[in-house]
C-alpha cells in the first residue's frame, strides 16, 4: 500500500492559480495510475482527473474544468501534480489524491488516499 501526503492548497483569488501535489511513499508508485477526487462542501466526492502509470490520461473533467486542469506525474519524484488555472468559487473544496488503477479506460479507485488539500476560491 502507498501513502499518499497532498500539499499546495491554500486560498487564491478567482482567476488565480494553483498547482497541487500529491507525493507517494513507497517503490511501487510507478506501478499505480494516480488520480485526483475533489469534495466540496454538502456535495459527493468527485473523480477530476487520473492518469496511467505511463501518463497517458483518462480523465473525468467536466466541460467546466477543461482547458483549466491538468494533471501530470513524476515517477522519479515518486509526486503528481494537478495544475489549476483560472479558479472559480466552484473549485473551492478539498482535493484528494489516490493510488488505483484504470482498467479498459475507467479509472477505479484504490484503498490508499491521502488527508486532503484545501482549496479556497474567494475574493
Known amino acids: 500500500q502507498v501513502l499518499l501526503v497532498e500539499s499546495g492548497g491554500g486560498l487564491v483569488q478567482p482567476g488565480g492559480s494553483l498547482r497541487l501535489n500529491c507525493g507517494a511513499s513507497?517503490?511501487?508508485?510507478?506501478?499505480?495510475?494516480m488520480a485526483w477526487y475533489r469534495q466540496a462542501p454538502g456535495k459527493q466526492r468527485e473523480l477530476v482527473a487520473a492518469?496511467?502509470?505511463?501518463?497517458?490520461?483518462?480523465?473525468n473533467l467536466t466541460d467546466s474544468m477543461k482547458g483549466r486542469f491538468t494533471i501530470s506525474r513524476d515517477n522519479a519524484k515518486r509526486t503528481v501534480y494537478l495544475e489549476m488555472n483560472n479558479l472559480k468559487p466552484e473549485d473551492t473544496a478539498v482535493y484528494y489524491c489516490?493510488?488505483?488503477?484504470?482498467?479498459?479506460?475507467?479509472?477505479?479507485?484504490?484503498?490508499?488516499w491521502g488527508k486532503g488539500t484545501l482549496v479556497t476560491v474567494s475574493s
Open positions: 489516490n493510488a488505483g488503477v484504470i482498467k479498459s479506460g475507467t479509472y477505479y479507485a484504490g484503498n490508499s
Open positions: 492518469l496511467s502509470s505511463s501518463s497517458e490520461s483518462v480523465t
Open positions: 513507497g517503490s511501487t508508485f510507478s506501478l499505480y495510475s
